[in-house]
């Protein structure tokens, strides 16, 4: 299945931001079940994929075995998709204020109405699928892209910000979300 998916949506515009995503996926089966446990791929930026760590000693073993997750990685995702892993201990079960859990329920994001322009973004993105052959694949990345746009609106409708450099959503004071703002000189 893994492969018809890359097949399916490697003509896209929009694949190498899918295949990086998928990153966030395959988490838990790169790592192994206790890995997965004690860690939660959070974001990719850039190659980077973004985990945190339920401790400092977590973060420490993962690191011993970053080249053969980077590996492990390229063989699912492709060659480059993920071009390094940057471990944080900030655990894994408790909440972090400048990583807020929020989340909407099923209900919830069913009952968003997106604006007339994310609608016509969203149809645009929908339409870019129509060269994936595979009626499922299609609908199943259509349906994901739907969720996400219920998502971002969702999240900024309850106080969430998009970054003024990347648009990627975040819940702190800045104008710029916490990555854009280390790249910062």
Known sequence: MAEALMQAIAPLESAPLIRQSLAL?????????QAAKASRAE???NGVLFVRTRSSTWSQELVLHKHKLLQKL????GPGVVTDIVFRAQGVDGEDPSFPEEEPTAEELRQVVL????QEL???RQAALESIPNLRVRQAISHRLEMEAR????RLE??????????VLHKTPHALCPLCRLEEP
């Open 25 to 33: 996926v395959c988490w838990p089966r790169v790592v192994g079940e």
């Open 43 to 45: 974001m990719i930026r």
């Open 74 to 77: 390229a063989r699912l995702l």
């Open 115 to 118: 604006t007339d322009e994310e």
């Open 122 to 124: 969203l149809r645009a």
């Open 151 to 154: 998502l971002y609106h969702w």
């Open 158 to 167: 309850r106080g969430w910000k998009a970054c003024k450099k990347c648009q």
